[in-house]
């Protein structure tokens, strides 16, 4: 049964048993998303009205660091997050993520999570949220992009969602100059990026990781 774990930076995380896996960083589940998500990807990527898409919703921590920090910019971002498992409200309902998202964190996270499937749901005039219960490994994904979050479990662990097919798909719903960035820096990842038609870019990671990577559709 998954757990809910306190990690360095006190907010938590999810480990999964049976793959041996955390949802997040065990040195700080906030402090790697604000920094492979928002600083390297959304503080990057400039692009107004910013279209996401996001792979895993999980705890649905991006999404809120999203909403959160776009809050006094005003910028209008429709954010699209595919998620195969949803965890059960009572496990999102425990987790400490929005005392971490400042002080609208409480709004957003309630918003977040009782948000429906399947739709575009409106926070604000400048945010909207599509919770897609979906596999990214079997579905079509219809639209396009400018930015890509791309948070699945590790390569290791889950090795089939890193996959040649999986890529080519992303490939297709990033517009020409969209940006990719996950957490991972792995060799193999960065291949299949490049021969997807992607710049690859390695940035200095969150603790615990040396590297990440950013890349930039051609
Ligand atoms: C690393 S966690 C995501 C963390 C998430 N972004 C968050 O902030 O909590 C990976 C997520 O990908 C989901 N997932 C695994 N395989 C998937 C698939 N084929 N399609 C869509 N989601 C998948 C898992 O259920 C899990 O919620």
């Known amino acids: 049964?998954?757990?809910?774990?306190?990690?360095?930076?006190?907010?938590?995380?999810?480990?999964?048993?049976?793959?041996?896996?955390?949802?997040h960083s065990i040195h700080g589940a906030v402090q790697e998303s604000s920094m492979v998500?928002?600083?390297?990807?959304?503080?990057f990527c400039k692009t107004n009205p910013l279209n996401i898409f996001e792979v895993g919703f999980g705890t649905g921590l991006n999404a809120l660091l999203t909403a959160t920090s776009m809050y006094a910019e005003k910028r209008?971002?429709?954010?699209?997050s595919i998620e195969k498992d949803p965890l059960s409200i009572n496990v999102i309902n425990t987790l400490n993520h929005w005392r971490f998202?400042?002080?609208?964190?409480?709004?957003?996270?309630?918003?977040?999570?009782?948000?429906?499937?399947?739709?575009?749901e409106e926070l604000s005039n400048t945010f909207f949220l599509r919770k897609i219960?979906?596999?990214?490994?079997?579905?079509?994904?219809e639209g396009?992009?400018?930015?890509?979050?791309?948070?699945?479990?590790?390569?290791?662990?889950q090795p089939e969602i890193w996959s040649k097919e999986v890529f080519e798909k992303i490939s297709e719903i990033t517009n020409a100059g969209g940006i990719f960035v996950t957490y991972s820096a792995k060799g193999e990842v960065r291949r299949l990026l490049r021969k997807n038609g992607f710049v690859v870019t390695l940035l200095p990671g969150p603790p615990g990781k040396r590297e990440m990577i950013r890349a930039t559709k051609q």
């Open 1 to 23: 049964m998954n757990q809910i774990i306190i990690t360095s930076d006190g907010s938590h995380t999810i480990f999964v048993p049976g793959l041996n896996e955390h949802y």
């Open 37 to 43: 998500y928002i600083e390297n990807g959304l503080g």
């Open 76 to 80: 209008i971002i429709y954010y699209t």
């Open 101 to 120: 998202a400042g002080n609208k964190g409480k709004k957003v996270f309630d918003f977040i999570r009782n948000a429906e499937w399947g739709e575009f």
């Open 133 to 141: 219960k979906g596999d990214m490994i079997k579905d079509n994904i």
């Open 144 to 157: 396009k992009f400018d930015l890509v979050f791309f948070d699945a479990f590790g390569p290791d662990k």
